[in-house]
């Protein structure tokens, strides 16, 4: 495959991240992440609990949760009326991420050095 046609590719791998992209972007999001992976229970959080570790309102931590679990990071069991939170395991997104980081690594590092102006060439 051309280099452009690598591009090419690499921009629409890149527009498939956006939602994980846009879900670690945000600090209260990647505050929440740490709480949880802190908390140690494979097994799920309830939102009462993100809440009082991230002060944050129970109306925030769902809405920040639903973003998160759209973005395929995390997902929700239903035990009755109550919601647990937790690491999705097919790691989708993330495996997409990671791959387009690398094909970027690897485009990026094959191009010519382009840190010089033409004038000092």
């Given amino acids: 495959m051309d280099a452009?046609?690598?591009i090419e590719q690499l921009a629409t791998d890149f527009e498939q991240c956006r939602k994980v992209l846009i879900a670690l972007g945000d600090e209260n999001r990647q505050h929440m992440i740490l709480e949880?992976?802190?908390m140690k229970d494979c097994y799920g959080v309830r939102v009462n609990d993100i809440s009082k570790k991230t002060h944050l309102s129970r109306p925030a931590v769902s809405h920040h949760l639903q973003i998160l679990k759209q973005a395929g990071i995390l997902n929700m069991r239903k035990e009755g009326t109550k919601n647990y939170y937790y690491f999705d395991p097919d790691q989708t997104s993330f495996e997409l991420l990671i791959n387009v980081l690398?094909?970027?690594i690897s485009i990026t590092s094959?191009?010519?050095d382009r840190s010089k102006s033409s004038d000092e060439e």
Wanted: glycine share 0%; hydrophobic share 25%; proline share 8%.
């Fill in 4 to 6: 452009q046609k690598e």
């Fill in 36 to 38: 949880m992976m802190k």
């Fill in 102 to 104: 690398q094909k970027t």
């Fill in 110 to 112: 094959s191009l010519p």
